[in-house]
Nanobody, 124 residues
Framework: QLQLVESGGGLVQPGGSLRLSCAAS????????IGWFRQAPGKEREGISC????????NYADSVKGRFTISRDIAKNTVYLQMNSLKPEDTAVYYC?????????????????WGQGTQVTVSS
């Protein structure tokens, strides 16, 4: 069974930065699309960024475009989400997930394999 473990969340002031990590085990990134998702209290889970199995394609939700960057380290079998210029509305539990399909310009929430999530709180 695929395993994904998120880390790097925490409390940060508005305008600050965080880097989330998603460590994958029992599979290799070369065979799966990896997505970052978030769910704020009282809101639906949303896809914010995905990277293809080749690493050659990425996409971003409009709400994070220009502020967040997804990347990966094949040697470490880890995907990262660099989050800059954080806003209070970025507060949420952040999840990474894996799916064998590349969905193009979106990150749908029907990914098959999920991590447990990491809390990000943006507050002064």
């Amino acid at each position: 069974q695929l395993q994904l473990v998120e880390s790097g969340g925490g409390l940060v002031q508005p305008g600050g930065s965080l880097r989330l990590s998603c460590a994958a085990s029992r599979f290799t990134l070369n065979h799966y699309t990896i997505g970052w998702f978030r769910q704020a209290p009282g809101k639906e889970r949303e896809g914010i960024s995905c990277i293809s199995s080749s690493g050659g394609s990425t996409n971003y939700a409009d709400s994070v475009k220009g502020r967040f960057t997804i990347s990966r380290d094949i040697a470490k079998n880890t995907v990262y989400l660099q989050m800059n210029s954080l806003k209070p509305e970025d507060t949420a539990v952040y999840y990474c997930a894996a799916d064998p399909v590349w969905y193009g310009s979106t990150c749908p929430i029907n990914f098959r394999n999920w991590g447990q999530g990491t809390q990000v709180t943006v507050s002064s």
